[in-house]
């Protein structure tokens, strides 16, 4: 994947453009950062559906993992608990967490191996069946 070019990714109710870069040659690595609003409630709720998410999603986008996916739910403060998910990958790292009181889902995915955002994010609105996506793509120099 060339990132030199401006590139425009249509998502749900979102734009994600290339970003800008302030040095010459390839990026350090490519983070992808992704709200997801309205998703099913029963989706993100459920762990076998979170791992399922992060083992197909690193295949999708073409990520080796290192080990299984930590998920792990908890909150004390209800507008907050949910699921949180970590997975190291050999080239960074996916993170997540998922809001049971607002039925949203935050997600990151960093990696200093490229990768296509626009197939990632709309990978994870199907999954969570998110009815509204925000977000940005960024480049770390």
């Given at each position: 994947?060339?990132?030199?070019?401006?590139?425009?990714?249509?998502?749900?109710?979102?734009?994600?453009?290339?970003?800008?870069?302030?040095?010459?040659?390839?990026?350090?690595?490519w983070?992808?950062?992704?709200?997801?609003?309205?998703c099913?409630?029963?989706?993100i709720?459920?762990?076998e559906?979170?791992e399922?998410?992060?083992?197909?999603?690193?295949?999708?986008?073409?990520?080796?993992?290192?080990?299984?996916?930590?998920?792990?739910?908890?909150?004390?403060?209800?507008?907050?608990?949910g699921?949180s998910?970590?997975?190291?990958?050999e080239?960074?790292?996916?993170?997540?967490?998922?809001?049971?009181?607002?039925?949203?889902?935050?997600?990151?995915?960093?990696?200093?191996?490229?990768?296509?955002?626009?197939?990632?994010?709309d990978?994870s609105?199907?999954?969570?069946?998110?009815?509204?996506?925000?977000?940005?793509?960024?480049?770390?120099?």
């Amino acid at each position: 994947m060339t990132l030199s070019a401006p590139i425009t990714h249509q998502l749900t109710h979102m734009t994600l453009a290339e970003p800008q870069r302030l040095t010459a040659g390839p990026p350090w690595g490519w983070h992808l950062v992704l709200n997801l609003y309205d998703c099913q409630p029963e989706a993100i709720r459920s762990y076998e559906v979170i791992e399922k998410y992060v083992i197909d999603l690193c295949a999708l986008i073409d990520m080796r993992r290192f080990g299984d996916p930590v998920i792990v739910k908890f909150g004390d403060d209800p507008v907050v608990t949910g699921y949180s998910m970590f997975q190291l990958i050999e080239t960074s790292n996916l993170c997540a967490h998922f809001a049971e009181h607002s039925n949203a889902a935050y997600i990151d995915i960093f990696s200093c191996k490229a990768f296509e955002p626009q197939a990632a994010a709309d990978f994870s609105r199907q999954t969570f069946g998110a009815a509204q996506t925000t977000g940005a793509f960024l480049s770390r120099e």
